[in-house]
């Protein structure tokens, strides 16, 4: 029970996946009139280049994250053998957008925001696959991992359980209680027995 | 000195707020009631309604007009009174429905799993300090705002000194900032490792929706003190 792969765990790398996405989207708008502002006769194409590739790097790296991701949820392939892919795809992200940020305190004196969601995806990726790996351990901080759907729990072969009897009926006055076990009778107090 | 409110929404905001949609959605797919197989559906109830409000609330914030002021004569103390109750009102509701949501949290672990191992409870109440944190330091320091403004009293040299504790003021809300979201993350690393250890979808993705947003906020405040203490 404690290293079984669960099924399910594509919801970390979708997510990342579509916040790496949003890099691209929203925040290129962003940032290209900026850069046209500044310099608006001679754009130094390095400068777009530098903001471009990583953005264009989060959006190939992040469409392939999603789509490795649906396929663990249609049963495809499973998490284990997605899983070197999907943290190469997260460390190459997070190492871009970290250098990014450095490179652009230094130009424009803060931190960035364009990199920020590529970041962040990446960032939950990996605290995602570190926090699954440490939760099939027992003694975790919630307790003893969770019994999975469809999954049979044996009883432990050390412990062999009492034997447990419940009181019914008395042999006195016969007086029959329903579903709960009483020791002794309620009307005149004899012992209660099972059978 | 007239109030403007304009609407200026720009397409950055819009997505991202599509985004906090996508999550709280994902929030009330979890906390359906209707699920029987729910063993406790009295707190999954009260997280269904948080998240229809967290929804109404993204979903209103889109639409809501920016405020600004025009100096075109003296500023006025009934005006500057209502321009700053607006923008703590904007600042005060995320934060209230932050707290809403902490409280539901400790309650629901409370219910859960405090009887097993008492750790569990660690997460959710660094949450609802860090909020506690965030509410406390807006309400003193849009009271001390408010108090500051008091022009018509006030000599020349003094409104130079008020203005001096005003950017006080500011480097001391980055410094809380940076500590109690720095506290609302590490405490929602918990509740994000909890709903890992769940291993139900719809939470883990909400989880881990929400825990990129508190990252996300925690940068920007960073990125914030970067320009306010190293400028240029």
């Given at each position: 029970m404690e290293n079984k792969e669960r099924i399910n765990f594509f919801a970390v790398p979708l997510i990342g996946g579509i916040l790496c996405i949003y890099a691209f989207f929203g925040l290129n708008l962003l940032v290209v009139p900026i850069l046209l502002a500044e310099n608006p006769f001679s754009p130094p194409l390095i400068f777009l280049f530098l903001v471009f590739g990583p953005i264009l790097l989060d959006l190939n790296l992040g469409i392939l994250l999603i789509v490795s991701a649906v396929t663990i949820k249609k049963g495809k392939t499973t998490f284990l053998e997605e899983r070197g892919k999907i943290l190469i795809f997260s460390w190459v992200i997070v190492g871009v957008s970290l250098g990014l940020g450095v490179l652009s305190i230094t130009w424009f004196g803060a931190f960035l925001f364009f990199h920020e969601p590529g970041l962040v995806g990446g960032l939950v990726i990996i605290l995602g696959d570190f926090f699954y790996k440490h939760v099939n351990k027992r003694n975790f901080i919630f307790g003893p991992p969770l019994g999975q759907e469809g999954e049979k729990l044996e009883p432990s072969p050390m412990k062999e359980h009492p034997p447990i009897t419940y009181r019914k009926f008395c042999t006195n006055c016969g007086f029959k209680s329903g579903k709960e076990s009483i020791k002794f009778c309620p009307k005149c107090g004899n012992k209660l027995v099972s059978k | 000195?007239?109030?403007?409110?304009?609407?200026?929404?720009?397409?950055?905001?819009?997505?991202?707020?599509?985004?906090?949609?996508?999550?709280?959605?994902?929030?009330?797919?979890?906390?359906?009631?209707?699920?029987?197989?729910?063993?406790?559906?009295?707190?999954?109830?009260?997280?269904?309604?948080?998240?229809?409000?967290?929804?109404?609330?993204?979903?209103?914030?889109?639409?809501?007009?920016?405020?600004?002021?025009?100096?075109?004569?003296?500023?006025?103390?009934?005006?500057?009174?209502?321009?700053?109750?607006?923008?703590?009102?904007?600042?005060?509701?995320?934060?209230?429905?932050?707290?809403?949501?902490?409280?539901?949290?400790?309650?629901?672990?409370?219910?859960?799993?405090?009887?097993?191992?008492?750790?569990?409870?660690?997460?959710?109440?660094?949450?609802?300090?860090?909020?506690?944190?965030?509410?406390?330091?807006?309400?003193?320091?849009?009271?001390?705002?408010?108090?500051?403004?008091?022009?018509?009293?006030?000599?020349?040299?003094?409104?130079?000194?008020?203005?001096?504790?005003?950017?006080?003021?500011?480097?001391?809300?980055?410094?809380?900032?940076?500590?109690?979201?720095?506290?609302?993350?590490?405490?929602?690393?918990?509740?994000?490792?909890?709903?890992?250890?769940?291993?139900?979808?719809?939470?883990v993705m909400f989880c881990s929706l929400y825990f990129a947003s508190l990252l996300i906020t925690l940068f920007r405040i960073l990125n914030n003190a970067l320009i306010e203490f190293y400028p240029g």
């Open positions: - | 000195m007239t109030l403007i409110f304009h609407w200026d929404p720009n397409l950055t905001s819009i997505l991202f707020s599509n985004l906090w949609i996508f999550g709280d959605i994902l929030l009330i797919l979890w906390a359906r009631p209707t699920k029987k197989r729910v063993s406790k559906p009295k707190y999954t109830i009260l997280f269904f309604i948080m998240g229809i409000i967290l929804l109404a609330w993204e979903i209103i914030s889109i639409f809501l007009p920016d405020i600004d002021i025009s100096y075109s004569t003296f500023p006025d103390q009934s005006d500057l009174n209502m321009f700053t109750t607006i923008i703590f009102l904007y600042n005060l509701i995320p934060i209230l429905l932050h707290l809403l949501l902490a409280v539901i949290f400790v309650l629901y672990f409370y219910n859960i799993s405090y009887h097993y191992n008492r750790k569990s409870l660690l997460g959710p109440i660094l949450f609802l300090i860090g909020n506690i944190i965030n509410l406390c330091f807006l309400i003193v320091s849009y009271s001390i705002i408010l108090s500051i403004y008091d022009f018509e009293t006030l000599e020349l040299f003094e409104i130079l000194e008020m203005i001096e504790r005003l950017e006080n003021l500011i480097d001391v809300e980055i410094i809380v900032n940076i500590i109690a979201c720095s506290i609302l993350v590490v405490g929602f690393t918990f509740v994000f490792i909890y709903s890992i250890y769940t291993n139900n979808i719809m939470l």
